[in-house]
Structure formats: C-alpha cells, structure tokens
C-alpha cells in the first residue's frame, strides 16, 4: 500500500500556477497511481469558512485549488476514472520489472548530484514501455532474483563493500549486470577498491546501457506485446508509456503527452493475426489506431487482436456530438 499523506502534485511554494491545464492534473495523478500509488491527500492552502485569511498577516496562496474550480473538477474526474479501471490500474503496479538500476547510499552521500546521474539513465528508459525498477543491496539480499532480467549501473562510483558483495554474489549466481567504466571504482571513504570480477557488460553512456538492457530483456520474452511509434517536434520521446495484459487476453495501454507540444503516435500490437483494434476504455468506443495527443492529454486504451477499418476522420463521439441548449 503506498499512501502520499501530503500529496504536492497540483501547486508547491516553487511551483505554482493560477491558470494551471486542468488536464495538468489528470495527467500526474493518472501517472502516480499507473506507477504504484494507491491513495493520496492533496495538499491545499486553507481559509476560513467565509474565505478570509487565517491571520492578518496572510497575504494568501492564490495558485491553490481552492481558487482552481476547474483543476478540482478535472481531478475528481480522474479518481472516478482511476476507481472505475481499478483492476487494470492495480495490475499496472504489480507488473514485474525486468530492468532494475543499482542504487548505493554511498554514491549519493558523496556525489552532490548523483540523483541527476541516476536520472539520467532512468529518463532515457522510460518511454520504452518497459517497467523500471530499482536494486539496493538490501534487495539483492532479501528478494528473488527471478524478480528482474538484468541490473544497470550508472555512474555510481562510490560503493561500500557491502554493495560489492551482494551484487558480486548476484554475478557469480548467473546474474546479468551492465556497467559503465567509471562505476564501483571508490569506497564510501574515496579510497580505490578492487573491481568485480565475472560475467560483467561495460558500455559507457545511458543510450548504449539502455539499448543493451533492452536487448537482453528481448531475449528473455520480456518486452511490451505493443508498439508505439511517435513523431513530434521536440525531436526526443515525450510519450510515457506502459501496457500489461488483462483477463480477456488483451493489451491495456496508458499513454500520456508529457511533453510541451503535440505528439502524432501510432499503436499496434506485435505480431497480430487479424490486425490492431483499439478501444478507448475512457470513452467506451473503438478509435483509430493513429492520434494526435496533445500535451497532458492521456489515453487509455485496448488493444484486441482483430480487423481495423476505422480511419482518421471516423466519429469521435466527444469531439462530433453537442447537446444543446445545455
């Protein structure tokens, strides 16, 4: 059970927006719990029950969603989406990660910004719809390895030797590791330590660990039933990504835009018999496999194995149907 007591998603002191994207909001709580979280209290900033400040000297919060109708709405929308899917969602947080990135105190304690480096790596990981994970000592220690096809480590220079010797236990068990060639080289204290030894992947950089992590996860069996293709002008990935199978034996798939401008993608599953037939599960409709999300836009979709005939100008029951005068 993973519970944010003080959930900071919408506004902080250092970010804070008036006119924040409703969509914003759907976007990052819809990515919270697809990664693992259950529940959460959203922060706000308080008044009286008349509106007034708490104390004279209040010169208030006006990024806060009691000023922010829209944002609340839009958020409440997103939670009774959340509970409505709760299984497929659930099943998003237990999926096995087949990709774990080695985490060491030691490294963080001495670098001033490890947790750049460590994201470095992970960011480019991320819009491949594989599950990440991370491995500390303890785990290597206290859990299966069965839980994980291969474990990265980047940039990590400083270990204790505790570290070493779970993961070189890990090695000498048939473990697979990809390291760059500037990690495990001090101990907590800067002093030199000896290196590992064993059936070891060096490769510098996080595009070269990452193409190598996703090859062997391939060779396992282990990487998405489904394809995403995407193009933007960003020139990068901006597309996160995830899909697990649900008790029909169909792909589930949650795609947010987390990027700044739109992003034209395209969904297929690997291999089909028939084709790709996509269902907006949001919507309740089948919709082309092709769409142009723009940013925070999320879609959340499933992918069955038969004949496709919808094509881009086909109805889009949202965007086609107005009930007026109301």
Known sequence: MMFNTESHFLSTNASINLYLNPLHSRATYWLAHTQG??????????????????NENDPGYAGSNNHQPR????????????????????????????????????????????????????????????PLGFV???????????????????????????????????INAGGKVIMDNVSFKKDEYNRNTSSLTGSITYTSGAENIKNTAL???DGFGNTPNV????????????????????SSGNQIMSIINTGKVDAQIEINLKNPVNG???????????????????????????????????????????????????
Not at 78 to 85: E, G, I, R, Y
Not at 156 to 164: E, G, M, N, R, Y
Not at 236 to 244: A, E, F, G, T, Y
């Open 215 to 217: 090859s062997i996860v």
């Open 37 to 54: 979280l259950n529940a959460s209290q959203t922060w706000y900033w308080s008044r009286r029950e008349d509106g007034s400040p708490r």
């Open 71 to 130: 944002v609340v709405n839009e958020l409440h929308a997103t939670l009774m989406d959340l509970n409505a899917h709760s299984e497929d969602i659930a099943a998003f947080q237990k999926q096995r990660k087949p990709i774990r990135i080695f985490y060491t105190k030691a490294s963080s304690v001495n670098k001033p910004k490890h947790m750049d480096d460590v994201l470095e790596l992970y960011e480019s990981l991320s819009f491949e719809g594989v």
């Open 227 to 246: 394809e995403l293709t995407e193009t933007s002008s960003a020139g990068h990935p901006i597309c996160l990504w995830k899909s697990v199978e649900n």
């Open 276 to 326: 790709t037939t996509v269902k907006d599960l949001l919507k309740g409709v089948d919709i082309p496999n092709t769409k142009l999300l723009k940013p925070y836009e999320l879609l959340f979709v499933e992918l069955r194995d038969e004949d496709n005939n919808l094509g881009l100008n086909d109805l889009d029951i949202e965007n086609d149907i107005r009930l007026f005068p109301n």
């Open 136 to 170: 500390t000592k303890d785990i290597l220690l206290n859990e299966s390895p069965s839980d994980w096809d291969v474990i990265l480590v980047h940039k990590t220079q400083f270990v204790t030797q505790a570290d070493k010797d779970a993961l070189q236990a890990y």
